[in-house]
């Protein structure tokens, strides 16, 4: 099983539309989650950081299911301008270095 | 700058060739990573150092990669005898430590005749 893992899409969706991703992961110690945004030809840039309770900003909701290892982020009212690749990122505890998923490529389209 | 800086942004060198890439982190940061990605693929974790440890080289393709972190700050991935494989975007991340978010730069685009 990958250390982490993502549906690769792509999603094409059109706008105003939710969509959800999901990701799971493979160490139970893993303590910090994160989501990325890659458009395309630059670099990732954070999105947002995922906790324990759930958390939102904005449209973006993220929540973490420790039980069954997997985090998802949900999208309301998509617009052109959140078409991109999303990054599911763990840490696997401790000072070890975060691990990316490949990405799950997002198009709204209009 | 406030952010993470790489030189160059882009390198052409012909086969064979060595290169030497640059990362310059956040001030501060103790962590530094370097990944490549390739057009269309996902992130390839090549090395992480994490302030005075011993640097997780468990992502490097081969021995003609190598990278150094010269006082804890500047970082150089040095790829010797280029081979056309190694055409991809090279990017660098720090963090303060190495749990936390990742900042990127804005990468390297290296390509090899």
């Known amino acids: 099983r990958k250390e982490v893992e993502q549906d690769p899409g792509p999603f094409n969706v059109p706008e105003g539309a939710t969509v959800a991703f999901n990701c799971t992961y493979s160490?139970?110690?893993?303590?910090?989650f994160f989501w990325y945004r890659q458009d395309c030809r630059k670099e990732p840039k954070l999105l947002m950081s995922?906790?324990?309770s759930g958390n939102e900003d904005g449209r973006f909701t993220a929540q973490l299911n420790r039980a069954s290892q997997y985090i998802s982020l949900l999208i309301r009212d998509s617009k052109l301008s959140d078409s991109a690749t999303y990054l599911c990122?763990?840490?696997?505890?401790?000072?070890?270095?975060?691990?990316f998923g490949k990405g799950t490529r997002l198009s709204v389209i209009a | 700058g406030a952010g993470v800086s790489q030189s160059p942004s882009n390198k052409v060198t012909e086969k064979g060739k060595d290169v030497e890439l640059r990362c310059d982190p956040i001030?501060?940061?103790?962590?530094l990573y370097w990944y490549r990605q390739s057009l269309g693929q996902g992130l390839e974790f090549l090395i992480y150092?994490?302030?005075?440890?011993?640097?997780?080289k468990s992502g490097l393709p081969s021995d003609r990669f190598s990278a150094e972190r010269t006082g804890g700050s500047v970082s150089t991935l040095t790829i010797q005898r280029t081979q056309q494989e190694d055409s991809a975007v090279y990017l660098c991340?720090?963090?303060?430590?190495?749990?936390?978010?990742?900042?990127f730069g804005d990468g390297t685009r290296l390509s090899i005749l």
């Open positions: 001030s501060g940061h103790t962590a």
């Open positions: 991340a720090s963090s303060s430590v190495g749990s936390q978010p990742q900042h």
């Open positions: 150092f994490q302030g005075n440890s011993a640097p997780d």
């Open positions: 990122v763990v840490n696997k505890g401790g000072n070890t270095p975060l691990v």
């Open positions: 995922v906790y324990s």
């Open positions: 160490n139970s110690a893993s303590q910090s």
